[in-house]
């Protein structure tokens, strides 16, 4: 996993890998009796450590798309995710349209559904492709982007961090973006004994707990915004 993703994949004061997916990972090691090896890799990495067999599995906050389904197989999705959109309070951007139009500077993590998104959808912008989250964000506060397209926790995060220069914009009437735990090409054996672990982690209230510990303030103002949780998936 890539630890660059807090509160999912991030590091602790010390160092240590720490967030939702560590600790997902690590009950799926209890699971099988075996030990998991966290080991943070670029997020351009992660399936080409996969494709080597420098890596087992992902669990990196990945969503399913056609794409990766190509290079490697996903696990039954664990989470969803929604995006949206953290403009500068000066760009005049209130929706999705203000977005796509000419002058119009976008920032997007290289390689997130985000980035997909906008290459597809905001044709009339300018799209700048940048190597990690906190760097997009540095970008719309300072003016230098007038937004950053990512998925709706990171953006209510980041807007909380910085209410006086950001704005928080939901796009509606969007499909979810589906998670899933990704392994090797023809691993079934592996992706069974993942399927089987999140049924059972799920019906135990595994991820209800993970929320609690981690997203406890953000579950509550999701539930406020009535927008949609990541773990609730029918």
Not at 109 to 138: H, M, Q, R, W
Not at 172 to 184: I, L, M
Not at 197 to 224: C, M, P, R, T, V
Request: with cysteine.
């Amino acid at each position: 996993m890539e630890l660059a993703y807090p509160p999912f994949e991030t590091k602790d004061s010390s160092g240590n890998a720490d967030g939702i997916s560590v600790a997902f990972a690590k009950a799926f090691g209890e699971y099988l009796g075996r030990e998991v090896e966290i080991v943070n890799t670029s997020w351009d990495g992660l399936i080409p450590s996969l494709q080597t067999g420098k890596a087992d599995m992902v669990i990196s906050s990945m969503t399913i798309t056609e794409e990766r389904k190509e290079q490697v197989d996903f696990s039954m999705p664990y989470a969803k995710a929604l995006l949206a959109i953290l403009s500068n309070k000066d760009s005049g951007i209130e929706s999705i349209d203000d977005l796509n139009a000419q002058g119009k500077r976008v920032a997007v993590k290289t390689g997130s559904t985000g980035y997909l998104f906008a290459k597809k959808n905001l044709t009339n912008a300018e799209i700048i492709p940048l190597a990690d989250e906190s760097a997009c964000v540095t970008e719309v506060v300072q003016g230098k982007a007038d937004a950053f397209l990512y998925d709706q926790l990171t953006i209510y995060r980041n807007h909380m961090k910085n209410p006086d220069t950001t704005k928080a914009v939901y796009i509606p009437f969007q499909d979810a973006e589906y998670w899933g735990v990704a392994v090797k090409k023809g691993n079934t054996e592996l992706l069974n004994q993942i399927n089987e672990f999140i049924e059972k982690y799920k019906s135990e209230g595994g991820f209800d707990k993970l929320s609690d510990q981690y997203l406890k303030q953000e579950k509550e103002a999701f539930n406020e915004y009535g927008f949609q949780w990541f773990f609730d998936i029918g």
